[in-house]
């Protein structure tokens, strides 16, 4: 078998991950070899796959830039992934710079490499938890301790007219689209912050 160096902990360098993948696709360094041969093959059955990373990657900044601009002072990034070019706190921060940003996921290798995503001042932090388990993202002390729940945190039952919801911005790539329709995903789709 061959040596990895700098294995996180929980990290199996001999199967493809999405975080890896994705990291390579946008030029990153963390990822291994079956990572970049997945990726390959990937982009010889789908050519405009960088592209669309890339692309899916600037519509995320802006996406944060405008929530920013209409004053929302709060973000709970979910499925982070590894470190990469304008991450949601950098985004955010060139319209508020004293927002707050919670990044969610539960990858090993987000968690070894999260460095980046974590500012100095305290205002952003990880979560490691999955998605699906909306009471452990939202019941997290990091979370909670970073997210002012003044603003009434909480879950409500979808489609009720929340005044702010925490989005998701799609499970696209999913290997069973029921899944992507779960109490899970409801839960977190519907996770809101309401202003007072």
């Given at each position: 078998m061959t040596a990895f160096p700098d294995v996180p902990p929980g990290v199996d360098p001999t199967r493809p991950s999405p975080v890896r993948v994705h990291d390579y696709f946008l030029g990153g360094t963390h990822n291994y070899p079956v990572d970049r041969e997945a990726a390959e093959r990937l982009k010889a059955t789908v050519p405009d796959i960088v592209d669309a990373m890339l692309a899916n990657r600037g519509f995320h900044g802006r996406a944060a830039r405008w929530i920013a601009r209409q004053g929302v002072r709060q973000f709970i990034d979910i499925g982070a992934g590894l470190p990469t070019r304008n991450n949601t706190h950098e985004a955010v921060r060139r319209v508020l710079p004293e927002a707050r940003v919670v990044y969610v996921d539960h990858d090993p290798m987000v968690a070894a490499y999260s460095g980046p995503l974590l500012a100095a001042d305290g205002t952003t932090t990880l979560v490691t938890a999955d998605w699906r388990d909306p009471g452990a993202v939202l019941g997290d002390p990091g979370l909670r301790r970073l997210i002012d729940l003044a603003?009434?945190?909480?879950?409500?039952?979808?489609?009720?007219?929340?005044?702010?919801?925490?989005?998701?911005?799609?499970?696209?790539g999913a290997e069973?689209?029921?899944?992507?329709?779960?109490e899970g995903s409801r839960g977190i789709y519907c996770g809101v912050a309401r202003r007072p």
């Open positions: 603003d009434g945190l909480e879950l409500v039952p979808p489609y009720t007219g929340a005044d702010g919801v925490m989005t998701y911005a799609g499970l696209w069973d689209i029921e899944a992507a329709d779960t």
